[in-house]
């Protein structure tokens, strides 16, 4: 009982703050930007933590969120390895070359009008599909280890990464390709010096989405046989035993990895494209 | 139409690639055969005994075309070895986390929209929430589910597809909801329109080029999600499934037929989409 009180009472007291912030004349500043925010997360915590403590809910179907932090703390080791495995091995080496490949294929695409008619559409309507499903296929190409995780990501980083890139090459307006012209440069000058820095935003559109897609891709790919390490192998055979607050140790390392994978590509982003309107205000 | 050309031509190179790659990659067991009973083959021959296999490594399209013709006309739809069956198994999962994924991505944006305390606190994490990989939390959601005695499979692919696809309709419905400018805001306010007035009248209308842009992104993401749910699960029922048991059992053109209707559902459901927008924007004379 002492549990659920003070989990709504906290709940209470944050929500009152939080209004308060927000309508406060601090509002616009950076500490307030990111404290509510902050403070929302723990108070999702908190609840969840009452809640399930209060309510005697079963670990077997939700633990709370001290016993997933002891039993993260307790498997560090196992989550690194399975970390290195999936994260570093599996999504990290797919990320690279799906997302090179991609990008030299559209330069090479974009060379040729009949090419990006032809391509774009098929390259927009393939990224929609659910391509996740060669897993299967490619893990009976290239074995259980992380190289079969690695093209699963490939092929599923490919697309957007293409697509992108080829609309980022005709980002570069008229006017500033005529005027690249009247200087006397040539294609590959227009290319480096224009056409390539005009279509950094939609670059990095792609890679932004492509980080999701390559920690989805790898720990998928994953289920369909692997070691007796990685995420994947991790979060389904503990799933099965039912003991879930090792799974939740895995999603929080997935989610951790998530995030700081966007966050790193939106740094480089916003260094890449200061001159941008979306980075500048 | 001008692309038709450009599109086809596309398409016959990479049919034209996949046969190359198929005779490459079953080549190989062909050889060992050969070798096996002892027969010399000539190159025409090879090539003909790699685009028939029964369990090649890479199928054919015609193969994997016939294979689709087989499972889905030629079989009683009521079959479970129709692929109009398992298909509609996931297209169902599919919509129920489709309207799921709108309601939540809808209602979060009306609240982000209309209230500081919403938009401070809750919008970091939703741009954060995509780069967390839900389909980790695929098998436990099974799980648990089955612990509380939810038996139905729709349940967990639902709500898996709904995470996956409220993201891109809540930023899209922002954006949506915040497009009328000041002007016909401060319009709304000379009318003395309420809330709800200019809710309904001004920005509700204004958002639907965005909603139905980000709805297409959507479905896809809802199907994916879906298919997702199904692959690590054991489910019994869906094209996921469907996979899934042709990896485990059957032959790899299992997968592919399956692979080739989750293609054909998914250029569906968005080509669906696009035609409810176009009309939708046609009657509103929003059509550009």
Redesign the interface.
Known sequence: MIWLMGAILFWAAAVWLNVWLARSRFRGTRAVRIFVPFLFGVTLLVLWEGLVRGLNVSPIILPPPTAIAARFAASTGVLWLDFVQTVVKGALSGYLIGCLAGFAIAILVDMSVFLQRGLLPIGNFVAALPIVGIAPILVKWYGFGWESKSAVVVVMVFFPMLINTVQGLRAAEPMQRDLMHTYAAGYWKTLLKLRLPAAMPFVFNGLKIATTLALIGAIVAEYFGSPIYGMGFRIQSEAGRLSLDMVWAEIAVAAIAGSVFYGVIALIEKGVTFWHPSQRG | M??I???????AA?TAIWYAGAIWMNSQWTLDQAKRAGVELTLPEIVKDTLSQERA?LPAPHQVLAELWRTTVEKKITSKRSLVFHGWVTLNATLWGFALGVAIGLSLAIAIVYS??M???????AI?S????I???A??I???MN??GVQDRLVPKAIISAYLCFFPILVGMIKGLRAPDQMQLDLMKTYNANLRQSFWKLRLPSSMPYLFTSMK?GI?AA??GT??GE??TGALRG??AR??V??QFGP?IR??S??FA??IL??GL?ATVGLIQRFTLKRMGMSR
């Open positions: 001008k692309s050309v450009p599109i086809l031509s596309v398409l990479i490594r500081r305390v938009d401070l606190s809750v919008m970091p994490w954060i995509p780069t967390i990989p389909v980790a939390l098998p436990m099974i799980v648990v612990a509380i992104i896809a199907l994916v298919i997702v692959l690590p094209l996921g996979i899934l042709g990896d790899p997968i592919w399956a692979l989750a293609a998914a250029g968005v």
